[in-house]
């Protein structure tokens, strides 16, 4: 096996403490060959399709790699910017903040790096990059709120399969989820009343969620649970009723069944029974994304009016607002409480010992 090294390391290097956040990732740029390039890394992934992989392999490289790279591409063309996929950028400006409020907070205790799980920067990119830095104790925050095996435990597949080909290895912390992490809830509460504050409320207020296949929970996998208490308690911090605030999923693929309510049916059964206005907010998406600008935004949006409905609002994702940036950094704090209280250790004897012994770094 061949071993990945950290070329800056060196003996007596200071301690220092890594944070990488992750997100799902996005191609490179908005075209047929890029978005192909990246279907086919993420609908690899035996986390997200569990279909034996012979059969899969025939349909993902016979079917679906031969059409719907170019539907993909039209949809990302619609949410494309000059800072390029919304998803990258975001997740770019939420590292930053972190790493600004660790510098004031900490010193240069902490490095932050962010990464994607499928495209770039990739997590080994994220990795590395720590590790240039002198990192050896790294914690890993997937930005998923509600954990899902195809999003949080893929990270993790990801980030193990980087660690086994290092000789040297960080102490390892790994956040799963923070689907009721009181600061998360109420940066979420409080986008909605900033909301509320300025347009209004709705007659419904729609909490969209990812949808996962029916399947997934039948296996065990808790998203479903974990989105369910996050709207319990959102409903319960806005002071809403079961009929006032709803709990949707969207984003199916393929033909099973995925997890019921589907947001688009919901929308346009709302309509058609007489509700002129709603909201829609998407607590499991830490950044806006093609889910949430064209498919919330524009294609939902379009089901709602279409239908009969008169007042329709997408309320953003938290992004790199303040109020998310303090829910992350303390709920990060929370993780390594104890790396941050340590006083630093002084590696100078063991660096003498080991050059030494003949170490030329």
């Not at 059969?55 to 059409?67: C, M």
């Not at 790096?113 to 050896?136: C, E, H, T, W």
């Not at 947001?263 to 093609?290: R, Y």
Request: glycine share 6%; with cysteine.
């Amino acid at each position: 096996m061949a071993y990945k090294g950290s070329p800056q390391f060196t003996h007596g290097q200071p301690q220092k403490i890594g944070v990488l956040v992750t997100n799902l990732g996005t191609p490179d740029a908005p075209t047929k060959k890029a978005l192909r390039r990246y279907l086919k890394e993420f609908l690899s992934d035996p986390r997200v399709v569990e279909i034996p992989k012979p059969i899969w392999w025939l349909i993902l490289n016979g079917i679906i790699l031969n059409t719907r790279p170019e539907k993909s591409a039209h949809a990302y063309q619609s949410v494309w910017t000059e800072r390029g996929s919304p998803l990258l950028y975001h997740t770019e400006d939420q590292a930053k903040a972190l790493a600004e409020r660790f510098n004031s907070e900490h010193g240069d205790k902490v490095e932050v790096a962010f990464a994607m799980r499928y495209g770039k920067p990739s997590i080994n990119d994220g990795v590395q990059q720590l590790m240039d830095k002198g990192v050896d104790r790294l914690v890993v925050l997937p930005l998923y709120p509600q954990y899902c095996a195809s999003t949080s435990a893929s990270t993790l597949d990801k980030l193990s399969d980087d660690l086994r080909r290092r000789r040297w290895l960080p102490q390892l912390r790994f956040i799963s989820h923070y689907h009721d992490f009181g600061p998360y809830i109420e940066a979420v509460a409080n986008s909605i009343e900033a909301h509320w504050a300025e347009h209004g409320r709705a007659e419904k207020l729609l909490l969209s969620f990812h949808g996962i296949p029916k399947r997934n929970l039948k296996l065990g996998d808790p998203y479903f649970c974990e989105c369910q208490k996050t709207a319990r308690l959102l409903r319960e911090r806005l002071g809403l009723d079961e009929k006032q605030l709803l709990t949707t999923f969207q984003s199916r693929f393929g033909k099973a069944e995925w997890l019921k309510p589907y947001t688009d049916a919901t929308l346009k059964k709302l309509a058609k029974d007489g509700v002129k206005s709603v909201q829609v907010v998407c607590p499991g998406f830490s950044a806006d994304c093609l889910e949430t600008i064209e498919e919330i935004g524009v294609e939902n949006r379009g089901y709602f009016l279409e239908g009969g409905g008169e007042r329709y609002e997408y309320i953003p994702a938290l992004n790199a607002s303040s109020g998310h940036i303090d829910a992350l950094y303390q709920l990060i704090c929370q993780n390594m409480s104890d790396w941050l209280a340590a006083p630093l250790e002084n590696h100078q004897p063991q660096a003498a010992l080991a050059k030494a012994l003949g170490a030329k770094r």
